[in-house]
């Protein structure tokens, strides 16, 4: 089973930034390796739904954004280290939530969570006004 741990979350005033990681180690379910996955970010506000936040590819190709963080969050991978990381800047106190780190087992990532089947637990990231 692929094993998922986000890091690098906490507490940041608005306008600053973040640098989320996510290191993944073991196999899918189908013995396929971190880089033949697409991974995504999403997070979860208090009280709202698990929403998508950014998307990449299995080589990092292409990368996918809702229109609320696009131009502020970067998602980018090393395949070396099996490590996925969102950067985030220009954050603002909407930003707040759990940020969940997760992969796809097709090679193409999609935007809903039912498409994912493997997760971190999540790190806490928290944007002061």
């Known amino acids: 089973q692929l094993r998922l741990v986000e890091s690098g979350g906490g507490l940041v005033e608005a306008g600053g930034s973040l640098r989320l990681s996510c290191v993944v180690s073991g196999r899918t379910v189908g013995n396929l390796p971190f880089d033949n996955c697409g991974m995504g970010w999403f997070r979860q506000a208090p009280g709202k739904e698990r929403e998508f936040v950014a998307t990449i590819t299995w080589n990092g190709g292409s990368q996918y954004y809702p229109d609320s963080v696009k131009g502020r969050f970067t998602v980018s991978r090393d395949n070396t280290e099996s490590t996925v990381y969102l950067q985030m800047n220009s954050l603002k106190p909407d930003d707040t939530g759990v940020y969940y780190c997760?992969?796809?087992?097709?090679?193409?990532?999609?935007?809903?969570?039912?498409?994912?089947?493997?997760w971190g637990q999540g790190t806490q990231v928290t944007v002061s006004s």
């Open positions: 997760a992969a796809d087992s097709a090679p193409i990532p999609g935007w809903t969570m039912e498409e994912y089947d493997y």
